[in-house]
C-alpha cells in the first residue's frame, strides 16, 4: 500500500498570516520548496520538518502525517 505525504502548513500559515515566502525565508528554502511541501510533492529532511514545526511552535506530527493511499488493482 502506498502513503501519500499530508500536510496543515498552509493551514498554520494562514492562521498566522505568513506568506509562502515568509516560510521559505524563516527555514532557509525556496519558496517552491513549501509550494510543493503544501501540495504533498514534496517529503521533507527531517531538518526542514524540525524547522517549519519549531517557526509555528507545534510537533512535526502536527504538520506532517502519511495516509494510505489505495493502488489501482490492475497494477496487481
Not at 509550494?35 to 517549519?52: F, H, T, V
Amino acid at each position: 500500500m502506498k502513503k501519500k505525504l499530508t500536510t496543515t502548513i498552509r493551514e498554520y500559515r494562514m492562521q498566522n498570516n505568513m506568506s509562502q515566502q515568509e516560510l521559505a525565508d524563516l527555514t532557509g528554502v525556496r519558496r517552491e520548496t513549501i509550494i510543493r511541501l503544501e501540495k504533498g510533492a514534496y517529503n521533507p529532511s527531517l531538518q526542514l520538518a524540525m524547522d517549519i514545526s519549531h517557526v509555528f511552535h507545534t510537533t512535526v506530527e502536527e504538520l506532517f502525517t502519511f495516509t494510505a493511499e489505495q493502488e489501482d488493482e490492475e497494477k496487481h
